[in-house]
């Protein structure tokens, strides 16, 4: 079945830098891969949608990148500012369920910036 | 914007108690979800919908159940609350399916059963 692996550790960047977050799965290359930030205590929130034949998707300050021959995203945040510290989940469309309603999700990082 | 509320963002209750969630959207969407969220174990979907009267199992419904009687409601019933369903308790919805299944979740539900 898929799994996803995110970064285990806490990742912590001082202010002004680059912050980068890597997704990994290990089976079949889903159609579409999402992003989401999650504060202590609150729900998900959806940050960027990318799909397998995107090579990379930006907004604002926020990156992403997908390479379907490493089975990667990364999730960049430049001039990372302190607002900028929550969770961060990568998911992927299931397509087990059927029209890809059910997202499988990774555990999440945990970004800290400093000021 | 979509908002999606739950009934209750603190609840306790004790051992052998019916414990109901409640889960309302504002935007129409065919989709409904109810996850459990604990440290270390990420996100976990119990039970998920995608039209009135219609639910699937997710991955962990054993001890749940759900009412989907409304398009806009979605309701997580525990029949009878143990130690273990302690929990954050998330509610999502998503449109149908359009190729882009961004999930919009609740503020989250933090249970407690004593």
């Known amino acids: 079945s898929q799994k996803i692996e995110q970064n285990s550790e806490a990742l912590n960047i001082q202010e002004g830098k680059t912050a980068t977050l890597t997704c990994n799965y290990t089976?079949?290359?889903?159609?579409?891969l999402q992003w989401y930030r999650q504060d202590p205590g609150r729900g998900p929130v959806f940050l960027l949608l990318i799909r397998e034949n995107e090579k990379e998707k930006r907004k604002e300050r926020l990156k992403v990148t997908f390479d379907t021959t490493l089975k990667q995203s990364l999730f960049h945040i430049t001039a990372s500012q302190p607002a900028d510290s929550a969770t961060y989940l990568c998911?992927?469309?299931?397509?087990?369920?059927?029209?890809?309603?059910?997202?499988?999700w990774g555990l999440g990082t945990s970004l800290a910036v400093n000021p | 914007d979509v908002k999606v509320t739950q009934s209750s963002r603190y609840l306790v209750k004790r051992t052998g108690e019916k414990v109901f969630l409640e889960c309302v959207q504002d935007?129409?969407?065919?989709?409904m979800f109810w996850y459990r969220q604990d440290p270390g174990l990420g996100l976990r979907l119990i039970y998920f919908s995608y039209d009135v009267k219609m639910k699937e199992k997710g991955d962990i419904p054993e001890g749940y159940s759900v009412s989907r009687e409304k398009k806009e409601r979605f309701s997580l019933i525990l029949e009878s609350a143990s130690t273990n369903q302690t929990s954050m308790y998330l509610c999502a919805s998503s449109p149908r399916p359009s190729g882009k299944e961004t999930q919009y979740f609740g503020p989250g539900t933090r249970l407690l059963v004593l």
């Open positions: 998911a992927l469309g299931d397509p087990n369920a059927g029209n890809n309603r059910k997202l499988i």
């Open positions: 089976n079949y290359s889903p159609a579409y």
């Open positions: 935007m129409d969407h065919e989709n």
